[in-house]
Each structure stands twice: as C-alpha cells, then as structure tokens.
C-alpha cells in the first residue's frame, strides 16, 4: 500500500491516525505543497490525483483519494478496530461530526485558499491569519456544542473508543494551536484531545514525527 501525504496536511495527519488505529504498514511518499512550486501540481502526481491535493492512497491499482473516504473504505475491509459506532444513530452523529471538520472548518484553511487570498486577491499575511482565526474559532465553538449534545458518553469524540470523530478533530486542533485560535476555554475539545493524545496511534501520527517535517 502506497500513501503520498504531507506532514503538515490536516488530511494526510487524518489518515495516519486511521493507519495506526488499524496497525497498518505502508510506504509513505512525501508531496512537499510548498517546495517545486507545489510538488502536487506536477503531471505525474496528477495523473495520480487529479485534483492535486493531498492525500492520495494506492493499494495495487486501486487509487483513492479523500481522507474520509480512504478511512472508511480502511474501516470496511479491515474491520477491526470499528472506526464508526455500530449502532445507525451514532454512526450517523459521528459522521456528521466528522465532517463538519473535514467539509465546513478545515477548507477555509487550505493552502491554495490562503495562497489565493495572497497572491491573487492581494491580502497580507496578518488578513490571512485573521481569517483562518476565524473560521477555525467559529468551527470548533460549534464542535464544542455538538459534543455536548451527544447521545452516547465515552472519553473519545466517537465514543468508549476512538474513531472518526477523533481522527478528524485531533488534526484539527493542531491547526488551531498553529494559527493561534485559543481553545483553553473548550472543556469538552479539550478532554477528548488529552484522551486521545495518551494513544500512541495519536502520538505517531503528529506532523512532529513524520520523515518529511520540517520546523
């Protein structure tokens, strides 16, 4: 199995978590979104992932794209560990969760966003930086509220173990600890964070730890 991540990716840290919590091995390719002009716009990596992001998973010759959908296509055909509850309800509530994330917060903070806010619309770095602030902030006040809200208990975002909802939002929080988003106050984010951060499948999979971080 071949996976083309980057260490800083939101999308990529996502998938290495799934990988870890399932105990499965692969061979890791770096695309570097900043080096070469972005290493995800060149022909060959697009003629593996079309629309040149991160990540992108290959198993023989099947090529998958989209962090949500490599973790559950991992959680159908390695079924243990379960990355989403059994019971309808909750897998429902876990995927909305999941993707109020992965659809709602984190594609205001993409990189050719931010770049396009710069270069083409000619904003400087503080506008930008408001912004991700924003968006993250508002996003993670309504994570707060959904967790509240939930019908099943657990230490984990996804319940007695940890799944989905955790793989998403771990990612999360490192973003807003780097844009400096203060979450001191997030009660509930904060105890899921401390819950998962004692896991080593967390642990490994922290940009910090990748072969292609950089400072």
């Known amino acids: 199995m071949e996976f083309y991540g980057y260490f800083r990716s939101s999308s990529a840290y996502r998938c290495r978590i799934a990988f870890n919590l399932k105990g499965v091995e692969y061979e890791f390719f770096s695309v ?3 080096r070469d002009g972005g290493q995800q716009k060149k022909p ?27 973790i559950e296509w991992l959680d159908e055909t390695i079924p243990e ?4 509850p059994a019971e309808t309800k909750d ?3 876990v995927r909305a969760f999941a993707q109020s994330i992965a659809c709602d917060i ?17 904003h400087d770095q503080k506008v930008v930086d408001d912004w991700c602030r924003r968006w993250i902030a508002d996003g993670l006040e309504a994570c707060e509220a959904l967790l509240e809200r939930r019908s099943f208990s657990g230490p984990y975002a996804s319940g007695a173990t940890p799944g989905l909802a955790d793989i ?13 988003v203060d979450i001191s106050h997030r009660r ?8 998962c951060e004692s896991l080593d ?14 400072a």
């Open 32 to 34: 570097h979104l900043r």
């Open 44 to 70: 060959d990596y697009r003629a593996l992932n079309p629309q040149a992001l991160v990540p992108t998973l290959k198993d023989s010759d099947f090529v998958l794209t989209q962090s949500l959908a490599i």
């Open 81 to 84: 560990p379960r990355l989403l």
């Open 91 to 93: 897998r429902a509530w």
């Open 106 to 122: 984190h594609p205001l903070q993409n990189l050719r966003v931010l770049d396009y806010l710069k270069t083409d619309l000619g």
């Open 168 to 180: 998403c939002l771990i990612p999360q929080l490192f973003s807003a600890d780097r844009f400096g």
């Open 188 to 195: 509930r984010l904060n105890a899921v964070r401390e819950a």
């Open 201 to 214: 499948a967390f642990k490994l999979a922290h940009p910090s730890k990748q072969p292609d971080t950089e």
